[in-house]
């Protein structure tokens, strides 16, 4: 029979086990908490409230339930229920049995698109970051129409998914002492919508004090599929095609909590237009608050550019970065439709980004659609012989511009170190590589990072030989981001297996860390491309 142990939280005492990972560190893991009351019922589209205590001792043995979803990576299935904000965690040791000083923490924020994903350890086992003696802890968050439907006069509450995470956040604050756990050194760290959930909460007054360090991968608030426009029409464009024809929100709202959780997620599909499928984009995502009843908490209080431009965001260590090939996520469409290529090929405007706002057909669209493919493709046709090129625009667009940007604004504002990287150890053991169907085509896919961090269900464990390149790349992710976590600085010393010193940005140079078989520095990050967009983008 497992070893148990029980702590005190400020709801109640939980009883977790101790446990052994497949690679022999022992730890403690506590499922399942709640950290808000269920949000069904009259709470659907309402702020996180806080959960409820309970009597006795709950075991913490089982995670909670995900959002309602639609995994169409893994899955391929709608699953989840609306009672799903828990949260895990998993810890070395407990304050009873060690005089050490408390741990560093480091709360995960999932990625999936803000409509599919959760904390949970199939995909996010924690046994990886055991090892780096650290706290983790791991959550979910509303998604989709109930994470982020919008009415934006009261009636709803804007961007409920990041209020989740922002309780959730304090909900460590009150607690993760109990496990071992620094209140004081807490490091959020995301991928993809996670990632860019990571940086919008170094813009919110929410989250002011409730972490010290943060990383965000593959994801930035300035990222063209971080935020949406127009909430209020697309809630009442679904609230159509669910058959409620209203102008009046009060109405809808009420119609909309009627419906099954199934329904409202299996048919956001119908309420896009065909420009909105097209522009693969969210359609529920975060978006600004506006028309915020008066007394309730504003998560997003504007545009993600105005505000770092004038430097109103939390100060803290920053790390950011991408793989070598986000552009990749379009495998997935090529591997649905063989003619995908020849599409774009015969109709060079689906090139232009959905953000530049140009009416597609107009002269200017078409110009800049020809722009863009003589400066990614040249003379030669979009085909499999120039999927590189396509892989890089793609990466560009919902990727990297973001990401320089971001680190040039955030330059101008604090003296706090940033750090850049980019993930180029291709062993196709990405998540999302794993489920695009290709593993011949060379190139880092979006997320993979992932994998070298968290224990994924796939991964075998012929992996965990100490000897393989894959373990190795897992024990120096976990060293350089636990560092950081630790430290705020990911190198403080070079060792055997971590043989550089990771320098940050600076004004004048664009350091990045190139994380492959071996580790270098690197400087100016796609370069000539980002400066390709800066010089498009001005002449709009």
């Not at 709801?11 to 730890?27: C, D, E, F, N, P």
């Not at 989250?207 to 809630?235: C, K, T, Y």
Request: net charge negative; proline share 6%; glycine share 8%.
């Amino acid at each position: 029979m497992a070893e148990t142990a029980t702590v005190e939280v400020d709801q109640g005492r939980l009883r977790g086990k101790k446990v052994t990972s497949s690679v022999g560190i022992a730890y403690y893991s506590f499922r399942g908490i709640p950290y808000a009351k269920p949000p069904a019922g009259s709470l659907r589209f309402q702020a996180p409230q806080p959960a409820d205590a309970w009597d006795g001792v709950r075991d913490a043995f089982s995670e909670g339930p995900v959002a309602p979803q639609i995994d169409d990576f893994v899955d391929n299935a709608y699953l989840g229920e609306e009672d799903c904000l828990y949260l895990n965690v998993f810890t070395p040791k407990l304050p009873a049995e060690s005089v050490d000083k408390p741990k560093a923490v480091m709360v995960w924020i999932h990625g999936g698109g803000f409509y599919m994903g959760s904390g949970n350890t199939r995909i996010n086992g924690p046994e990886y970051l055991m090892t780096g003696d650290v706290v983790l802890v791991t959550f979910n968050y509303r998604l989709g129409a109930l994470g982020f439907l919008s009415t934006e006069d009261g009636q709803t509450c804007s961007n409920c998914g990041l209020k989740d995470q922002a309780v959730a956040l304090r909900w460590v604050q009150r607690n993760i002492a109990q496990f071992g756990g620094d209140p004081h050194n807490v490091t959020i760290f995301g991928v993809s919508a996670g990632g860019g959930s990571v940086h919008f909460h170094l813009l919110s007054a929410m989250s002011r004090g409730l972490f010290h360090r943060a990383i965000a991968m593959s994801g930035v608030a300035l990222n063209p599929w971080a935020l949406v426009e127009a909430p209020r029409d697309r809630a009442f464009r679904l609230g159509a095609v669910l058959g409620c024809h209203t102008t009046d929100s009060t109405e809808l709202v009420r119609f909309l909590r009627s419906v099954p959780a199934r329904e409202l997620i299996e048919n956001v599909e119908k309420a896009q237009t065909p420009e909105e499928k097209a522009s693969n984009l969210m359609f529920f995502a975060p978006t600004l608050e506006k028309g915020a009843e008066q007394g309730a908490e504003v998560f997003v209080p504007g545009q993600p550019l105005d505000l770092m431009r004038a430097g109103l965001f939390h100060k803290v260590p920053f790390v950011s970065g991408i793989t070598s090939h986000e552009g990749m996520l379009v495998m997935r469409a090529l591997s649905r439709d063989p003619a995908f290529l020849s599409y774009l090929n015969n109709d060079y405007e689906y090139l232009v980004p959905y953000s530049l706002k140009l009416k597609k057909g107009s002269p200017k669209s078409q110009e800049v659609a020809q722009r863009i493919k003589k400066f990614y493709f040249g003379d030669k046709p979009i085909s499999r012989e120039t999927l590189q090129p396509l892989f890089d625009l793609l990466s560009d667009v919902f990727f990297v511009v973001g990401l320089r940007k971001s680190l040039e604004l955030q330059l101008a504002h604090t003296a706090t170190p940033i750090y850049c990287y980019q993930f180029s150890f291709d062993e196709k053991l990405g998540l999302l590589e794993k489920y695009l169907g290709d593993y011949t085509t060379p190139g880092v896919c979006h997320g993979a990072e992932v994998a070298y961090l968290f224990r994924a269900f796939y991964i075998d464990d012929s992996r965990l030989d100490p000897g393989t390149n894959y373990m190795k790349t897992v024990q120096r992710m976990v060293k350089l981001w636990t560092n950081f976590a630790k430290t705020g600085n990911p190198t403080p010393e070079r060792d055997p297996l971590v043989d550089v010193i990771w320098n940050p940005v600076t004004k004048s140079e664009l350091h990045y860390l190139n994380i492959d078989k071996d580790l270098s520095m690197q400087k100016d990050l796609a370069k000539d491309r980002v400066a390709f967009w800066e010089d498009l983008q001005s002449s709009l």
